[in-house]
């Protein structure tokens, strides 16, 4: 049973900073790209930043120069770090693991950034 259980999230003021992480348990880690996605109210979830077992990066262009992922295969750990956060960027925030046709999903943080 493959479990990804995020945490880290809460209220900001705009500018500030929050770390997310994301704990992964049941699963050999290190083999999956990771991602943090995020939804909207009403709208379906959207792509913030993946990393790969090897530790190359992707972000959507909203949050690049903003917002950092990373990971320590060691902790079976994956990290969001935002900073300047804006108002724009509250949301529910969760945590992907892939690894071909296996597909594992965290609860989800509520991240308000307040202006």
């Known amino acids: 049973q493959v479990q990804l259980v995020e945490s880290g999230g809460g209220l900001v003021q705009a500018g500030g900073s929050l770390r997310l992480s994301c704990a992964a348990s049941?699963?050999?880690?290190?083999?999956?790209?990771m991602g943090w996605y995020r939804r909207f109210p009403g709208k379906q979830r959207e792509l913030v930043a993946t990393i790969t077992s090897g530790g190359s990066t992707n972000y959507a262009d909203s949050v690049k120069d903003r917002f950092t992922i990373s990971r320590d295969n060691a902790e079976n750990t994956v990290y969001l770090q935002m900073n300047s956060l804006k108002p724009e960027d509250t949301a529910v925030y969760y945590c992907?693991?892939?690894?071909?046709?296996?597909?594992?999903w965290g609860q989800g943080t509520q991240v308000t950034v307040s202006s």
């Open positions: 049941g699963t050999r880690f290190s083999i999956y790209v």
């Open positions: 992907r693991g892939t690894s071909g046709l296996s597909n594992y």
